[in-house]
């Protein structure tokens, strides 16, 4: 009797589906255009969402992408393990041919970016280093205790590195989400969702506070560093208005919007991301990427300093291809949005972490870079999964 009147348990999934979580991160990045003064920019936002929308909806209609069952095929973890540390013997190769000893003496965020500029050769290979290493803990047997553990400490040395020493942060979030798609890919108790999502607001906390003083922490100490926070520390710092990065992502829109009404439509700088893989040496010339563009159209000081702005998806969509290429491509990212959903309980759970990691940051991204994430971060592992699957 007790049984039939007991609250049964409400279980749900850690990660939203990600149709939802491009809305999201949409709103967040350009919280300033939404609540801004300009009907057009908002207008451009909005139809961006209205794309993904459509696009999921007609996910239903028009189905060219078929994600095999479960019960269809298993996988070969002992080829994946090996094709793992593989993978992260080149990222740990590129690393180590990039950065010398000199590094974890300190140097500037700023400088640190100015250095990368030139190197995209050896750089599209950082990634392989945390991918390796997941794609070796997601095949270990769960009862292979010692592997995970190990696994785990160099991906939290790995993270460390990253963030205290280099002082970036989206590395930190590539793993943490990667690592939640491994381990919680089944539904859990929505009070355990909860007390999660709380975690999680207080890493946007600590990243947040992490951006307005990571170029102070590379001159002090931490204890003075913490006594700058509380001496310096406003509710702006973590606010979404002028807090957080969305404020330059909607500074972007704003003025691309501003420059094709002025200038008419710039398809070249298209070019830029389409060949963004090829060295210059190779081309005898560059073509500029949006975000090198942009800088150097709106900020040619900074750009002259070899220092650049993110991009912003809405904002090139608009510069290609005014309102129709907002359409457009927001259609083609709410169709992938099925398919990533479809990864979710699957085995290709590496491959659903990083898009959904592509999903938190696609406001800031330019076409360059997805297109680099897509060559270098996801083939990559679907090569490997694809590698090792065996029909039953």
Not at 59 to 88: D, H, M, Q, Y
Not at 234 to 256: H, P
Request: aromatic share 16%.
């Amino acid at each position: 009797m007790n049984q039939m009147y007991s609250r049964k348990k409400i279980k749900i999934h850690l990660i939203p589906r990600s149709h939802f979580l491009l809305i999201g991160t949409l709103i967040v990045y350009y919280w300033n255009t939404l609540f801004g003064n300009s009907l057009i920019e908002k207008v451009a936002v909005i139809l961006f969402i209205l794309g993904i929308l459509i696009g999921r909806f007609y996910s239903n209609i028009i189905p060219i992408f078929r994600v095999p069952n479960l019960s269809e095929t298993r996988i070969n973890n002992l080829l994946v393990t090996r094709l793992g540390l593989f993978i992260a013997g080149i990222g740990l190769f590129s690393h180590l041919l990039y950065y010398d000893l000199s590094v974890f003496q300190g140097i500037e965020y700023s400088e640190n970016y100015i250095n990368s500029r030139g190197k995209g050769y050896i750089t599209v290979f950082f990634d392989w280093l945390p991918i390796g290493m997941l794609l070796t803990i997601s095949a270990s047997n769960r009862k292979n205790k010692w592997m995970i553990f190990v696994i785990t400490v160099l991906l939290l040395s790995y993270c460390s590195f990253y963030f205290l020493i280099l002082m970036k942060r989206r590395q930190v979030i590539l793993v943490l989400i990667c690592l939640v798609a491994i381990f919680l890919n089944k539904k859990i108790n929505i009070k355990h969702v909860i007390s999660m999502y709380l975690l999680a607001f207080g890493g946007y906390f600590i990243f947040s506070l992490f951006g307005r003083v990571r170029e102070k922490f590379q001159s002090a100490s931490f204890l003075e560093t913490l006594s700058y926070i509380k001496d310096n520390f406003s509710i702006e710092w973590i606010s979404l208005n002028n807090g957080f990065e969305g404020k330059y992502i909607s500074m972007i829109l704003s003025d691309t919007m501003g420059y094709v009404d002025a200038n008419g439509l710039n398809i070249s700088v298209l070019f830029g991301a389409l060949t963004i893989i090829i060295p210059r040496s190779l081309l005898g010339f560059k073509f500029l990427a949006f975000p090198d563009w942009y800088t150097f159209i709106f900020h040619p000081y900074e750009h002259s300093l070899n220092i650049g702005y993110a991009g912003s998806i809405v904002a090139e969509s608009y510069l290609y291809f005014s309102w129709a290429g907002i359409l457009l491509f927001s259609i083609i990212i709410g169709y992938t949005s099925k398919v990533v959903d479809l990864l979710r309980e699957r085995k290709h759970n590496i491959i659903y972490g990083v898009f959904i990691y592509i999903c938190t940051i696609l406001p800031r991204l330019d076409f360059g870079s997805l297109i680099i994430m897509i060559l270098f971060t996801l083939l990559p592992i679907f090569l490997v999964y694809k590698a090792s699957v065996i029909r039953n």
